[in-house]
């Protein structure tokens, strides 16, 4: 908030009682914009497109009755808190499994990433984390939900608009050319 649109200016038409009475509300009015926090900017989370959906399949086979899972990936909740120097990021990541004719383990065993970058793409810290989603009773499509804390020591002059999150899932080679012949 501007200066200017915390000043109060008291009107000559009210009494002194009033004048009063408005004076301290101006008061409180400016205390509360000068206590008011600053806002600093979050890094931003981007889903690889091609790294956003996973089919996994049972051996070599294509056929729809091959497929033991299907997986996305997607950001939801991110938050970020300053303390001088320092960015500490709380990223909501859910993957979403749905259940194929394969698999008979009612389990999918699911495998993705977070990056953190620079604006420049320069990668300063990549982690891979597991997660296993069973599928309950005749459930097909089932959910998990993660919440990954990341620290980044920022440089003079840099704030958290100066970094990217990359998330995806890990896909094998085969995965990587499926899902570009295929979205």
Known sequence: MTASSCRSETPRSLGRPGRLLLGLAGLSLLAACASEPETRPCPRAVVLNDASRQVKFNGPGRDLTDVLFEASIATRRLVCEYDDDVLDVDLQVEVVAARGPAN?????????????????????????????????????????LEEIGQVITLPAGLDGGDYLIYVGLELSHEELEYNRANY
């Open 104 to 144: 008979n383990d009612r389990l999918a065993n699911i495998s993705y990433f977070v990056a953190v970058s620079q604006a420049d793409q320069t990668v300063l810290a990549r982690e891979s984390f597991d997660i296993a989603i069973p599928f309950p009773g005749n459930r097909t499509r089932v959910s998990g």
